[in-house]
């Protein structure tokens, strides 16, 4: 696997983390889900495409190297927030509302932190890029 495809699966990868972000915050103020279960925050959990062990044992293609893979996408086991509405039509009978419990500002720090991820994958993707187009104009000469 070349360095263009690996960086290609880290721009995958970081693309269906910030798509779970964006859920996540958009469900922010949701009671309930689409099943009529409260809303739970979603996690996405990657790591490398190929094992270290399929590695070592010569498992894995020539160099080893498959670049990251999505695992699963996780809800996250975080208490819900309560919120005193007692006008809203989903509370309960004490007036209170149940939303999903998550903290907004470290949701938002991913989301800066995954889409730095995804600029350094275009970075290095073109740094590839332009070693391959050296390499060939090298060769021509040559």
């Known amino acids: 696997m070349n360095a263009i495809e690996i960086s290609r699966t880290g721009l995958e990868v970081e693309w269906r ?13 949701s009671t309930l889900d689409a099943t ?20 070592l044992a010569g498992r894995a293609d020539q160099s080893g190297l498959r670049g990251v893979a999505v695992y699963s996408i996780e809800a996250q086991n975080l208490p819900p927030r309560r919120v005193y ?9 004490d007036g209170y509302v149940t939303y999903p419990g998550f903290d907004h500002a470290a949701e938002m720090a991913l989301m800066v932190k995954t ?28």
């Open 17 to 29: 983390r910030l798509e779970v972000i964006a859920q996540n915050l958009a469900n922010a103020s």
């Open 36 to 55: 009529g279960q409260p809303y739970h925050a979603m996690r996405l959990i990657s790591g490398p495409a190929a094992s270290f062990a399929d590695v």
């Open 85 to 93: 509405e007692p006008s809203h039509p989903q509370a309960d009978l």
């Open 115 to 142: 889409s730095r991820s995804y600029e350094a994958n275009i970075v290095a993707m073109n740094s590839a890029r332009q070693m391959y187009t050296k390499a060939l104009e090298i060769g021509r000469r040559g």
